[in-house]
């Protein structure tokens, strides 16, 4: 079957970083996205990711590796704001988007 | 600006009473998504339109049916809600399939009584 881990909860210091880990297993491939939700709002893109490697978008940067199914969302400098879950979603061969259940990450100040 | 638009934001219904909801946008894309999300689980895709085209995931319930009229209206019909149909319903866009970015609309939260 297909699925998507990733941690349910994770807790972060204000003007810290945070990884946030997925890990993907689906029939083919064919990128991976992030979005970020605010608790009662819908999710925002954040990031696609579809080669491997880094990259960088202002504090937030994703990182992909096709060969361990692996990416993970990189936040510097967490703002209070950045309180939010944030959903890692793998594009399989029939480019349907095989959702995770997010992440909850809680800045304390 | 160019947005999604849903309404309402929060609707009640009683159990067993139709419901429709209602997705519009205007950033003119070409396939819209409705999905259900119950708290800190992921998104269920219910259908999806690419143009008029209609696809129904094989796991929505014969209770949700969807209508697009046009390229900017996209409606989810609830025919019989029941307890276990509260959630929150989103409305998505993208310009084409896949690999495109979605744009998610405010969500309509559908309570059940």
């Known amino acids: 079957g297909q699925n998507i881990d990733q941690p349910t909860e994770m807790t972060a210091t204000e003007g810290a970083i945070v990884q946030i880990n997925c890990t993907y297993q689906t029939s083919g491939f064919n990128g991976l996205f992030w979005y970020q939700q605010h608790a009662g709002e819908a ?45 890692c979603a793998a594009l399989d061969s029939n480019y349907q988007l095989i959702w995770g259940a997010g992440t909850k990450l809680i800045i304390k100040p | ?50 143009d008029k085209d209609f696809n129904n995931e094989a796991d929505t319930p014969d209770n949700f049916q969807s209508r697009r009229p ?26 084409e399939g896949g690999v495109y970015e979605q744009y998610f609309g405010p969500g309509t939260r559908l309570t059940v009584t």
């Open chain 1, 43 to 87: 999710p925002t893109f954040l990031s696609y990711n579809v080669l491997d490697g880094l990259e960088e978008k202002g504090r937030f940067s994703s990182f992909l590796s096709r060969s361990k199914g692996y990416s993970y969302l990189l936040l510097k400098e967490l703002q209070m704001k950045d309180s939010a879950s944030y959903l």
């Open chain 2, 70 to 95: 046009n390229t900017s209206f996209c409606f989810l019909d609830i025919r019989s809600p029941g307890l276990g149909d509260a959630a929150m319903y989103l409305c998505a866009t993208s310009r």
């Open chain 2, 1 to 50: 600006d160019a947005m999604v638009i849903q309404n309402p934001r929060y609707q009640v219904t009683q159990f067993g009473k139709p419901v429709t909801l209602s997705c519009s946008q205007t950033l003119n894309h070409n396939v819209m998504y409705w999905y259900q999300q119950k708290s800190s689980q992921a998104p269920k895709l219910l259908f999806h339109y690419y």
